[in-house]
């Protein structure tokens, strides 16, 4: 079954690893991504979008650039633009792997701006843009956020400050949850998925994410 997660520049290592990074029997997940996320909020105090940077590992970021610069300086915004815009052109359908969630109010995405990719000193690229909510949420009640893919085929992690509030009201507050260890029947379906190559089921990814709340007066 194809993964949410294919990346343009994947697609021609089809054939030589499953779904163009790893071997068939390669452990699970087969991308790792560091977050920062951050809640942009309006004069009313409601979150009108939200704000990513995801920063890729060594393994995928290699692969992204290669070809790009010969001399081994890093590629530019403009050599890495078409690949941020497929990229994030082909998360729509999956909701761009951000949930937030608020009670009582429907979450509708826009389309996303501000789409920009970056290789910095350390080889590693990052990619960046921007997700509206059609209609504003209130934050009056605990929202939630999450970034996660249902599948766990890649890995999401807020790094030490990876969630922000923009232009939140006074009085808001932030708290990042760690994931609920895994029961041992859980962890052992990880265990066999790391030895096949086969995906743990499609509820991991969001027992493995971790969870932004946040709540304002």
């Given at each position: 079954m194809r993964n949410a997660w294919l990346f343009a520049c994947l697609l021609a290592l089809q054939g030589l690893a499953m779904?163009?990074?790893v071997a068939p029997a390669a452990a699970h997940p087969h991308v790792f991504v560091v977050v920062q996320s951050q809640l942009l909020?309006?004069?009313?105090?409601?979150v009108v979008?939200?704000?990513?940077?995801?920063?890729?590992?060594d393994?995928?970021?290699?692969f992204a650039t290669t070809g790009l610069n010969a001399d081994g300086?890093?590629?530019?915004?403009?050599?890495?633009?078409?690949?941020?815009?497929q990229n994030v052109g082909?998360?729509?359908?999956?909701n761009y792997f951000t949930a937030l969630r608020a009670p009582g109010q429907k979450i509708e995405y826009g389309k996303p701006t501000d789409i920009s990719m970056s290789e910095d000193q350390k080889k590693l690229v990052t990619l960046?843009?921007?997700?509206?909510?059609?209609?504003?949420?209130?934050?009056?009640?605990?929202?939630?956020?999450q970034v996660y893919d249902p599948t766990y085929f890649v890995s999401f992690d807020f790094d030490k400050?990876?969630?922000a509030l923009i232009g939140a009201p006074a009085g808001c507050s932030l708290n990042l949850v760690q994931p609920t260890p895994l029961a041992d029947t859980e962890a052992k379906r990880l265990n066999e998925a790391f030895f096949s190559g086969l995906s743990p089921g499609a509820d991991f990814g969001v027992k493995m994410a971790s969870r932004a709340i946040i709540a304002c007066p």
């Open positions: 779904f163009g990074l909020f309006d004069g009313q105090g409601r979008a939200i704000r990513q940077a995801w920063t890729f590992d393994m995928y970021s290699a300086k890093p590629a530019s915004a403009q050599q890495l633009q078409p690949l941020a815009d082909d998360l729509a359908e999956f960046r843009f921007t997700v509206p909510l059609k209609q504003p949420a209130s934050a009056g009640k605990a929202i939630t956020l400050d990876g969630v």
